[in-house]
DNA sequence: CCAAAAGTGTTAGGAGTACACCCATGA
DNA sequence: TCATGGGTGTACTCCTAACACTTTTGG
């Protein structure tokens, strides 16, 4: 293990993609021979942090060594500390020794981001070979290592309860958007319908989402008119003590 | 410092107290001699935690250690790890030391607990004879150590987020309550007032909120009617997609 | 009988919800 | 001209907020 690493605490990357249909993670896939059988499994990006490295910093560090992202929504979750968390298979112990960490007591401190892939590219992202973005829904057949399906449960819970009362749907949106694209994060995310006469009618009740004198083109139907989330405006309202509410 | 600890790694416990006038918290005074000077001043309880011990245990133990109070709701806040969090004023490094305790990075992972001091009794909880229940808005005229004012301004927003969701109110009143008295949480921790007569029409539409035949007595005015939660008929709702919201 | 807090209804405005058809574009 | 998704209004219900006086008890 690297000398200047703290050994008993970690940072992971619950790192949330739209892909203006699915929201996906992003995993690492992960291999592990023990006691003659292969084993096949799922784990989110994460390391031990350095030092002389803020909690904050290392979760950023994790990110653009892995992916080359830099500048995205990025928030701590809380931390995960049972004492078996690492230990419950026995083949894990194994793995630890193999990657050079035969310390059996991490506690762990989640981070999730939001990452739109249309911009950032959801193949730019494949920096590793075992990285993947998996569709939520996908992930909960999946094997995942440790903790991780917990973690991925209180992130996404966490994520819902934020998206209530924040504007992080436009963290997850190019910058000039359509509000049928804005309507289909909600819809993903919440795992509901919308009805669109009404989504309407409340976003035109938000200054801060501002319309453009712009549209899509090359769609093959009626180009939709495009918007843009005005971060000033919302911090001025915000500011005065209003209420955002999707 | 003990062998059993990990050196890096803390908890610390917000814990609000309501003694049906005001939301206490409960601190302990420090007092540190620093080149030739007394320094004063004030820290949340907290500990290093065991390398055989679950995080929620700790935070559970450490309360315990403090008070005796046992089985009070109790709940992770986030881990606050800066490079500087111990070392911003020179004096808490002689503290440290003098506690035993050389390490200048420990990445402290807060509670914040609720407790009644009417039922716990507002006394008998100074088992130390350094601690105090000091009023919320009182607190921010205090020295705090460390970056526990951080700490206690993420646990007030975080309190007031989850009382709009939850039935957290209850933990802070006594099994019998009048609807003055939670209405008073409700005030305190929300720095507002209520409508007497709107708050009511809202509790009368929750079935979890039980009317008693029984009365306040030995009150020198009308006494009031006793109410009392029944956590059954919240769960049941809830189970069944229920949104509480006070 | 006084002080103190308990208890109680109505109304008006705003927010949420349900619902169906025409429009603009590219192929 | 067809397929596809974009764009629009109305009516009903329910929730919220504003507001003032009478009741019960102990002293």
Do not use: C
């Not at 291999?31 to 910093?57: A, N, Q, T, V």
């Not at 990025?74 to 419950?88: E, H, P, V, Y």
């Not at 991780?148 to 449960?153: A, G, N, Q, S, Y």
């Not at 409340?202 to 495009?226: F, G, M, T, W």
């Amino acid at each position: 293990m690297h000398a200047g690493l703290l050994p008993n605490v970690s940072v992971d990357l619950v790192v949330f993609g739209f892909d203006s249909v699915h929201l996906n993670i992003l995993l690492i896939g992960r291999s592990i021979f023990y006691k003659g059988d292969l084993y096949h499994d799922w784990k989110f990006p994460g390391d031990l942090i350095r030092k002389d490295e803020d909690l904050d910093d290392a979760s950023k560090r994790i990110l653009r060594e892995l992916t080359g992202i830099e500048k995205i929504y990025m928030k701590q979750l809380k931390a995960f500390g049972s004492l078996n968390r690492l230990t419950k298979r026995a083949r894990d112990m194994d793995w630890l020794i193999s990657i050079d960490h035969p310390e059996n007591r991490v506690i762990t401190i989640p981070y999730y981001s939001l990452v739109n892939l249309e911009k950032n590219g959801k193949n730019d992202l494949m920096l590793n070979e075992n990285a993947r973005w998996v569709p939520v829904n996908y992930v909960k057949t999946m094997e995942l290592a440790f903790d991780h399906l917990e973690i991925l449960e209180f992130a996404l819970s966490t994520l819902r309860n934020e998206m209530r009362t924040k504007p992080l749907a436009f963290e997850l949106l190019p910058q000039k958007f359509s509000l049928t694209q804005l309507q289909k994060i909600y819809e993903v995310i919440f795992e509901t319908t919308l009805d669109k006469r009404n989504f309407r009618k409340k976003i035109a009740n938000l200054s801060y989402i501002v319309p453009l004198n712009e549209q899509e083109n090359d769609v093959s139907h009626r180009p939709a008119k495009l918007y843009m989330f005005s971060r000033d405006i919302y911090q001025r309202l915000k500011s005065r003590n209003f209420d955002f509410t999707i």
